[in-house]
C-alpha cells in the first residue's frame, strides 16, 4: 500500500530546485550536528572520521555532501561527480522515509530505491549505524538546555503527554 506523501516533501522539493547544494550542505550539516547532541549515535561515527559521503537526491538534481569530522559533520564542497567515499542516491521520498524512519533501511537498500556506492566498509558501516540508531530525546533535550532547564523541559513534555509521542518516549521524572 503507498503511503501519502508528507506535505513537506513539497517545499523540501522546490528548495532542493532552487537553492544551490552549499546551500542545502550547510542547512543538513548544521541540522545534523544539533540532532548528535547528547546522542549515542555520535561516538559511533569513529570509524567513519574523514569519511566524505554524499546524498544524492536523483528526482529533484540536488544534494549534500559532508565530511565526518570529530563526533559529527562538517560541510564538504565535492568538486567532481566522484569526489566522495560514500554515495547514497536515491529519491528525496525515499530519504524522507529513512530520515522519519518510517520504513526500515534494510528494505530502502535491499529494493535498491536507496543506492550505496563507494567504499564498501564505510558505507556499510554508515548503513547499519542508520538502521540501529536509537535517538535518545532526553539526553539530547540535556545536552541542548542543559541539566536544569533540560530536567524542567522533560518534566514539562511529561506532564503535557508529548514525551510519549517522541520515538522511544521521555522517562518519566520524579
Request: glycine residues 10%.
Amino acid at each position: 500500500m503507498q503511503l501519502p506523501k508528507p506535505p513537506v516533501l513539497l517545499p523540501l522539493g522546490v528548495a532542493l530546485r532552487l537553492l544551490p547544494d552549499a546551500v542545502h550542505t550547510r542547512l543538513f550539516s548544521a541540522l545534523v550536528n544539533h540532532l548528535l547532541k547528547g546522542q549515542p549515535a555520535a561516538e559511533e561515527l569513529g570509524p567513519l572520521e574523514g569519511k566524505r559521503i554524499c546524498l544524492s537526491v536523483t528526482d529533484h538534481h540536488g544534494g549534500v555532501c559532508f565530511l565526518v569530522k570529530e563526533g559529527g559533520v562538517t560541510p564538504w564542497d565535492c568538486k567532481a561527480d566522484d569526489d566522495w567515499d560514500v554515495r547514497i542516491r536515491g529519491r528525496l521520498e525515499d530519504f524522507w522515509r529513512l530520515a522519519a524512519r518510517a520504513e526500515d533501511p534494510d528494505t530502502l537498500f535491499f529494493s535498491r530505491r536507496l543506492d550505496l556506492e563507494g567504499e564498501t566498509e564505510a558505507g556499510l558501516y554508515l548503513k547499519n549505524l542508520l538502521d540501529t540508531a536509537e535517538p535518545d530525546w532526553e539526553s539530547h533535550i540535556h545536552a541542548v538546555l542543559g541539566e536544569r532547564a533540560g530536567s524542567k523541559a522533560v518534566s514539562m513534555l511529561n506532564q503535557l503527554g508529548l514525551g510519549k509521542l517522541l520515538p522511544g518516549g521521555l522517562h518519566p521524572t520524579q
